[in-house]
């Protein structure tokens, strides 16, 4: 199966909304795996360093799965539900996060945001986001950020992720 139909194959289900991929740069280091809300008090990735090999933290890096944001950088979402949701808001999330905003705004309408590994793409750049934009997802969509439902409560929300919290 080739990266598109890759996509396609979770994007066709009808409780899917969002779908992304693993990106990672030329050396094969993993640079974003599904998006963490309030990972280190922003939004994060884990696995972040981890070879492109790495199977990850209970086989995460190998197994499609949930996530409450993916990625801009390769994503894919159907126009009328682009289009219902009212695109990217590029307002205030011109310079970043908005494929955050847009991946919540799909789970609020009920759809899932899946990633898949079986889909890689090369992308070296992290877009950091300016304290202002970060403030303003936070302010809007503050009880995902309190607890991200695709991140489980006693993982450590500092450092690179999935690790036990203490």
């Excluded at 304290?131 to 993982?155: R, V």
Aim: hydrophobic fraction near 45%; charged fraction near 15%; proline fraction near 2%.
């Amino acid at each position: 199966m080739g990266w598109i139909e890759s996509l396609l194959n979770q994007v066709q289900r009808p409780e899917v909304g969002v779908v992304g991929a693993r990106l990672v740069d030329r050396e094969g280091t993993v640079t974003q795996a599904g998006l963490i809300l309030g990972l280190n008090g922003g939004v994060g990735s884990g696995f972040v360093g981890e070879p492109k090999t790495s199977r990850g933290y209970m086989q995460r890096l190998v197994v499609e799965q949930n996530y409450s944001a993916v990625s801009s950088a390769c994503l894919i979402i159907a126009k009328e539900l682009f289009d219902a949701l009212g695109g990217l808001d590029e307002g205030a999330f011109a310079e970043s996060l908005g494929d955050v905003d847009l991946c919540l705004k799909a789970a609020q309408a009920g759809y899932l945001t899946v990633w898949t590994p079986h889909v890689q793409v090369v992308h070296s750049g992290v877009v950091h986001a300016s304290e202002q934009t970060l403030g303003a997802l936070i302010g809007k969509w503050s009880a995902q950020f309190a607890q991200d439902e695709a991140y489980n409560a006693n993982l450590d929300r500092n450092g690179r992720g999935f690790t036990l919290a203490v």
